[in-house]
């Protein structure tokens, strides 16, 4: 059976180790439903067809149905229960899947979770907190050139996002841009930044937040250390099939990626820009660079 955990249940959260013996089939899932702070350390969900609520999906064994309930204060023969537990459709990369699901059964409380993301509304209340960059915000020029460098000068060194896979899924009028997606067995390396508020105004404002181009996520992000640690990134919320991106961008990738990326996920990159999408004029750069073929 599944169950479609927003709150405390999730990765990193008060009481996410009741969900040790459950296996994570996604972390990037939706349900209808808006979320309210709450007054306390987890969220209320309310049911709402015309607003998201993001969490996490995962396959549970009976048993542990049992200890949810207890926890959420819910049983079928109580008439005015904690939490009410209801069967829904829960979206996620690989298709629409039924689960059970908590919602709130009485009037909201607190305000509404911005960016409908529990672990995001918690993460970013930190003054400093980890930003895994996978696209063109690894690229140094960049950021110069939008004079906002100084703001991006703590760097962790190479992150690797396992179980997704660099897309192209979100399109501009000059080509694609990237995205993150799941994808069991794949992986992603990016450059892990330690930022402050103002960076994260700023890549709020570029990565076109409230345009809703991109949402912010949490990922968890495996440093040259060997340890995992949560971090804030961006994914593209309506994705669509997959274009080449145009040069400028590819190549801000490379340039940026190139300074700390492993030499065959780079070599993976190159690949995808020349063989897969062919992108002009990139063959052309790397030949500048040096590159042979």
Known sequence: MKVFVYGSLCKNQENHY????????????????????????????????????????????????????????YSKETEDPYFVRETCE???????????????????????????????HRYIQSDHLYYF???????????????????FTTIKGKGKLSDYRLAFSTHFEDGSRADII?????????????VGKEAREYLYQREGVETKVYRPTIVHVEGDDGITFQALSFTVIEKRAEIAPPFHYAEE???????????????????????????????????????KE
């Not at 979320?35 to 995962?58: R, V, W």
């Not at 799941?182 to 330690?194: N, Q």
């Open 18 to 73: 009741y969900m040790k013996e459950a296996t994570l089939l996604s972390e990037q899932a939706f349900v209808k439903g808006t979320l309210y702070t709450g007054h306390s350390y987890y969220p209320l969900l309310l049911k709402d067809a015309q607003e998201i609520t993001y969490g996490e999906l995962y396959d549970i064994p009976s048993s542990l149905l049992e200890e949810l309930d207890e926890l959420e204060g």
């Open 90 to 120: 829960v979206s996620t990369p690989r298709g629409v899947k039924e689960a059970f699901v908590y919602y709130w059964p009485r009037e909201a409380q607190g305000e509404v979770v911005h960016n409908h993301d529990w672990k995001v």
């Open 133 to 151: 960059a996978y696209g063109s915000c690894m690229d140094n020029s960049r950021l110069c050139d939008h004079g906002v460098d100084h703001l």
């Open 182 to 194: 799941e994808d069991p067995g794949a992986h992603v390396e990016g450059v892990v930044y330690e």
């Open 253 to 291: 990738i490379h340039r940026g990626g190139s300074k700390y990326l492993s030499e065959n996920y780079m070599k993976s990159i190159e690949y995808k820009f020349l063989e897969e999408w062919k992108v002009p004029e990139f063959r052309a750069y790397l030949q500048r660079k040096g590159w």
